[in-house]
């Protein structure tokens, strides 16, 4: 594809096809059998006198570096015990066998030599060692999700909560963000995530509110009010972001450090188990109701068939005043939220209106003024019914009549 034309193309592998790191790996393997020839430890087993012998001249302050590769299709790494000029030394002997014998040039802007206290990214994950304990972080080596990742993973949320995607249901919006997250999460749930699933929580958090202070014309007070719900049972004691389907069903958002993590802390064991390969009971989750899959970046197909549906109905104009410039789909959302029937819920074409923005700005100003009437008359009747007595601009009803008359009396 060049300059959004299809070039038919007899070579090269597409980016990103399940060929690619097949091809790389089978091009690759005789780099794995030179690296291994060259640095890898003698049989202790089979040949003790060659391993002490290698042993002797690559332990700690040796004149020789031990080396370990690790690779996954065309992205590797070599941790060295030794000098930085050893690890230099390694780097160079790749660099030429890759480039006289496979005909592959080594990216000096991808490929770097760090320490391990500073760290290095692999496959997305950020790998460290913590010698000085600080901040209730004990010793010991860290592997902890990429600050790239998180970046990207953010930003992601941020296409989903847009001011484009404003005409999206609350409900399908609370869904795909809950599938995003929970991949990202289950992929780095054998390591140690806790402090970046934090910050991703607090981020989602965040853009909700925003997003639903914009769609609602809501403060952050009345969005917390409206849209937030405790939950009951176990997971309950936190007061979360929370939609109603039309058949009654809660779905909550899903929080990354509810992620149950791996753990893998044998005392003594040769070989660690990977926790990829072994039987892990897996986590149920309900995945979104949407027939298409859809991921939060642009409007919701079922909103996309319901706007176009009330657009015809209205002939393309307000029906409130007859503009046909800047026109919203605007969602009747006067019934109480929590008392909604299926017939009334927000995503049936009978509840969608085609108002202009004017309009629209004069309906929303109205149902807040509407709401407010009823809270404070609300407030009122429970004043009457606590302190049994009318306030002022409040109805006297027969209760309260009766009940002055006793302290009269």
């Not at 991808?110 to 990214?121: E, Y």
Request: proline share 4%; charged share 30%; hydrophobic share 30%.
């Amino acid at each position: 594809m060049d300059c959004g034309k299809l070039a038919p193309s007899d070579e090269g592998t597409p980016q990103g096809g399940i060929c690619s790191p097949l091809l790389a790996n089978i091009y690759l393997h005789q780099f794995d059998e030179w690296f291994d020839h060259t640095f890898a430890r003698p049989d202790k087993a089979t040949n003790r006198p060659e391993f002490e012998a290698w042993y002797k001249e690559r332990k700690k302050g040796g004149l020789k570096a031990a080396a370990q590769m690790y690779r996954y299709a065309d992205d590797w790494i070599v941790l060295v015990r030794g000098t930085r000029e050893q690890t230099q030394a390694i780097k160079e002997q790749c660099k030429t066998f890759l480039q006289e014998t496979l005909g592959l040039e080594l990216s000096e802007e991808k490929t770097m030599v760090t320490h391990i206290k500073d760290g290095f990214n692999f496959l997305g994950y950020h790998i460290f060692r913590c010698d000085q304990p600080s901040d209730g972080r004990v010793v010991g080596i860290f592997v902890q999700p990429t600050r790239k990742g998180l970046e990207r993973m953010k930003q992601k949320i941020k296409e989903m909560t847009t001011r484009k995607t404003l005409q999206d249901d609350y409900v399908h919006k609370i869904q795909a963000i809950n599938a995003a997250i929970r991949g990202w999460a289950n992929y780095y749930r054998a390591v140690n995530p806790t402090t970046a699933f934090q910050e991703l929580d607090r981020y989602v958090w965040l853009r909700l509110r925003k997003w639903l202070e914009k769609k609602y014309l809501l403060s952050p007070s009345q969005v917390r009010r409206q849209y937030m719900h405790r939950q009951k049972g176990p997971k309950g004691g936190t007061v979360e972001f929370a939609a109603q389907e039309a058949d009654g069903t809660w779905v909550w958002r899903y929080r990354t450090v509810q992620t149950k993590l791996i753990y893998y802390r044998p005392t003594y064991k040769k070989n660690w188990p990977n926790p990829y390969l072994e039987k892990v009971k897996s986590e149920h989750y309900i995945l979104p109701t949407l027939k298409v899959i859809w991921g939060g970046y642009h409007e919701a197909p079922t909103y996309v068939a319901n706007r176009r549906e009330a657009l015809r109905k209205a002939k393309g104009a307000c029906e409130r005043c007859g503009t046909t410039e800047r026109l919203a789909v605007h969602h009747k959302h006067r019934v109480n939220r929590r008392k909604r029937n299926v017939e009334q819920a927000d995503n049936r074409p009978e509840m969608l209106e085609v108002l202009c923005r004017a309009c629209h700005d004069a309906e929303h100003r109205a149902e807040n003024i509407y709401r407010q009437k009823q809270m404070a008359q609300k407030r009122q009747a429970n004043e009457v019914k606590s302190k049994g007595e009318p306030v002022a601009g409040a109805t006297c009803t027969a209760g309260s009549v009766g009940r002055m008359q006793k302290r009269l009396s």
